[in-house]
């Protein structure tokens, strides 16, 4: 098991059970590292498989890892405690879900349906939005949550804050009422549980002997605190990450946890490693030299013996479409050479950059799965037809009714809503029990949509999972509705893939079955004797076959909310592999585009005047890079339609921070350095022979008069309504010139400089 494994990698598999940290750069073999050591405590008999509770940061990682595991060892991987912090919490809530205060059939919210529970409760209170914006409200509440900190514990220091805490209160209660729960609760909920519920926390930390992280890097306080609790005095942590790996800071991410553990637990145990068995030498290099421009690493060094392999090579197109469009021919040429596609990954900074290149493999016929993003789950027909869903499962679910009540359009107005609202909190009911006091036509209206739910309820009993959701949606009316929507193709195209999954996700839950003897009875702990009323065959004590005691509709929305469509890539297996950075953490794939290359997109114009925001820019562009096995390529574009705009952006400073020995310019390499830019100091200005120079940013040395003011790249200035904000783009003059601003609070703009009142600070 252990052979070929390099001294470094075979030691940190068989260390001794004590706390340990293995601090290694990409592609050096952490994961590899980790699965290897469960598959080894296993087989040396120190410990059973299902005492070993394994973390990784996405689903396909974890799916992976069973994978892996399963190929090692011949065991079910089944009912294991493999999975992402949100997954196992899940399992534990499902499992304890009285201790935990919740209805067994308790819904999640993903982010979009949070958002607009926090837009419900707002106007329902009648707070300001604009003083307190739901986007706001939503960080401030994740923020917390992700501290551990519930409205109570939160100090407030002033009336603004007050506020805010206030309105976490309520959209607390607004949960609980209506039985969901947001993604950051699961995990605070899950935490609580095990802090205030003895006998639960003991049995768990007795069953657990062992405790396995990967990526540790990016856990946040919270997910910190569930494992070290959960390891109590007995199971050792076993944590792998990567400092320099570190990409999700903006949700509360906290690399110090790194450090922390390293202080206060692996003290003396921390291995490196430093072989990188992934990339070849000149990929490498590029990765070290961009990263080394970051400051306070905790130092790393990563070489290969595997060559120099091929230069990384940069292209810059005229515009996104030029670049999709080379990307698309650039992989035909590959296949042709005999590439698998799926080795093939095209990387993204945003989720709105992947609409131009899908467009151009679609031209191509090349297939193609979109992993994450614009995700399928997360579409609006799909949507709509899951909360018509979760309605069956929980009528209570003011979220889901408020999405479909009027939905296709059934003469359910604002008012009546309102009226209906108003009722249900006056009665502290949801707003179906609230149906039967809404009187008029409204109510007769309302009733009738009652009657449907109802119908359907009655009517799924007899179906199975895939027959339930294509009866849904004939008997809902969206099948009807985008029948009759002009642009409705695509999505029945999609709804009949949410069968499609359905059907999959069934056949998947039962060919899998259960493993003989998992299912460990815990007598005594948490539920009462009376739970056998949810729960006849008291499965859900076992804490291993919740998924078995949900009902598979039940079952599937949980599956729809925290998969999110990464399914879609586990069917087509041969794709070209489309993701955002961040969903690409952890992965591999023998060519590589990066593309974007621009500033403002990446490094992504929010993040650059935020502390520490380049620098965690930088990491997501290691990242990336270090996801290639043998080539890769780094592209960019002129000019680019995002939001429906066109924008001109400087070459991203990270080109100028890969070596000239390791890449290889396929597009004309003029490059001009703008002086007295303080603000931009590192980027370039496009060669001045390309296609579009007319339209182009005047560069900065020279900047733009608008009557009496002089404004020029890095230029402060204020605006009236959007505050403070700095130059950081200039085109046209005279009365024609327009400036692009990064503004602090409300992000960039272009403006009109002759028409916008600014005020140069
Ligand atoms: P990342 O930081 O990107 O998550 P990682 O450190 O987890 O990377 P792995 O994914 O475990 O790295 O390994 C990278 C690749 O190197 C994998 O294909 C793995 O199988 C291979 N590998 C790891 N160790 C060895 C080894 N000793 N011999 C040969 N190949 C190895
Ligand atoms: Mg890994």
Redesign the pocket.
């Known amino acids: 098991m252990i052979e070929?494994?390099?001294p470094q990698?075979q030691a940190a598999v068989t260390l001794s059970s004590e706390h340990a940290l293995v601090l290694?750069?990409?592609?050096?073999?952490?994961?590899?590292?980790?699965?290897t050591r469960m598959a080894w405590l296993i087989q040396t008999g120190q410990a059973s498989p299902y005492s070993l509770l394994a973390v990784t940061f996405t689903n396909k990682a974890a799916r992976e890892m069973l994978t892996r595991l399963s190929a090692m060892l011949p065991i079910h991987t089944r009912g294991l405690w493999v999975g992402t912090f949100h997954g196992l919490c899940n399992r534990l809530l499902r499992a304890h879900h009285r201790d935990a205060g919740l209805s067994q059939t308790f819904q999640i919210l993903d982010s979009a349906d949070q958002l607009s529970a926090i837009k419900r409760l707002l106007k329902n209170e009648g707070i300001d939005d604009e003083k307190y914006p739901p986007r706001d409200m939503q960080y401030f509440i994740n923020g917390a949550k992700e501290q551990g900190e519930r409205p109570d514990d939160m100090e407030a220091w002033d009336p603004h804050r007050r506020r805010q805490i206030d309105i976490y209160r309520l959209y607390q209660e607004q949960c609980e009422r209506e039985g969901v729960v947001d993604f950051a609760e699961l995990l605070l909920r899950a935490y609580e549980l095990l802090v205030r519920n003895a006998p639960i926390r003991e049995h768990y930390q007795r069953r657990f002997s062992h405790i396995l992280v990967?990526?540790f890097q990016d856990t946040n306080a919270l997910q910190y605190r569930w494992l070290t609790l959960l390891a109590g005095a007995g199971a050792p942590i076993f944590a792998?990450?990567?400092d320099d790996?570190s990409i999700y800071a903006f949700r509360g991410a906290d690399v110090g946890n790194m450090k922390d553990f390293e202080r206060n637990y692996a003290r003396g145990r921390v291995i490196r490693?430093e072989?990188?068995?992934?990339s070849s030498g000149h990929i490498l290099d590029c990765a070290n030299a961009l990263i080394s421009n970051n400051e306070d690493r905790l130092g790393k060094n990563l070489w290969t013996d595997s060559g120099h392999g091929e230069p990384v090579r940069i292209i810059e197109q005229p515009s996104d479409q030029l670049e999709a469009q080379w990307i698309v021919d650039e992989i035909k040429a590959q296949i042709d050479d005999g590439s698998l596609r799926q080795e093939i990954a095209v990387l993204y900074r945003s989720n709105a950059q992947s609409r131009m290149v899908e467009h151009a493999l679609f031209r191509a016929a090349i297939p193609y799965k979109v992993y994450g993003g614009l995700r399928f789950f997360e579409r609006q027909e799909i949507k709509h037809a899951l909360a018509y869903l979760r309605l069956l499962d929980n009528p209570h679910d003011d979220t889901s009714w408020l999405r479909v009540v009027n939905f296709p359009a059934r003469g359910i107005g604002a008012r009546t809503l309102e009226q209906l609202g108003d009722l249900a909190r006056e009665h502290g009911i949801s707003l179906f029990r609230a149906v039967p006091f809404v009187p008029g036509k409204g109510g007769g209206n309302l009733a009738a949509f009652v009657q449907r739910i109802q119908e359907m309820r009655f009517e799924a009993q007899s179906l199975s999972l895939p027959e339930l959701i294509e009866h849904v949606l004939h008997h809902s009316g969206l099948l009807t509705h985008y029948l009759n929507d002009k642009e409705g193709a695509d999505r029945i195209e999609n709804l009949k893939e949410l069968v499609n999954a359905a059907a999959m996700f069934a056949a998947e839950e039962n060919m899998e079955g259960l493993p003989a003897g998992v299912a460990v009875q815990m007598p005594g702990v948490g539920a009462e004797p009376s739970d056998t009323e949810d729960d006849p065959f008291g499965l859900a004590d076992s804490g291993l076959t919740v998924a078995a005691a949900l009902s598979p509709l039940a079952a599937f929305l949980t599956h729809a909310s925290l998969e999110a469509g990464e399914n879609q890539a586990q069917a087509g297996q041969d794709a070209i592999q489309l993701m955002t950075v961040h969903a690409a953490?952890?992965?591999?794939f023998d060519t590589v585009f990066v593309t974007g290359l621009e500033e403002g997109l990446f490094p992504h114009e929010n993040s650059i005047l935020e502390q520490g925001g380049l620098e965690e820019e930088r990491r997501l562009m290691y990242?990336a890079i270090?996801?290639a096995?043998k080539k890769l390529y780094v592209t960019l574009a002129q000019s680019r339609m995002l939001h429906g705009k066109t924008r001109y952006a400087m070459r991203s400073r990270f080109l100028d921070e890969l070596p000239d020995a390791h890449v290889k310019w396929l597009s004309p390499k003029v490059r001009q350095r703008m002086p007295e830019s303080g603000w931009h100091g590192d980027a370039y200005s496009r060669p001045s022979t390309n296609a579009i120079a007319p339209m182009a940013p005047r560069r900065a040395s020279s900047g733009v008069t608008v009557g009496e003011q002089h404004f020029r790249i890095g230029t402060g200035v204020a605006h009236p309504r959007f505050g403070e904000g700095t130059v950081i783009g200039l085109s046209g003059s005279g009365q024609d010139a327009q400036a692009q601003i990064q503004f602090r609070d409300v992000g960039l703009k272009t403006l009109a400089l002759g028409v916008a009142k600014l005020t140069i600070l």
């Open positions: 070929g494994l390099n990698q290694a750069g990409a592609g050096s073999g952490k994961t590899r590292v980790l699965t990967d990526e792998v990450g990567d790996q490693l072989q990188n068995y992934r953490k952890g992965l591999e990242v270090t996801r096995r």
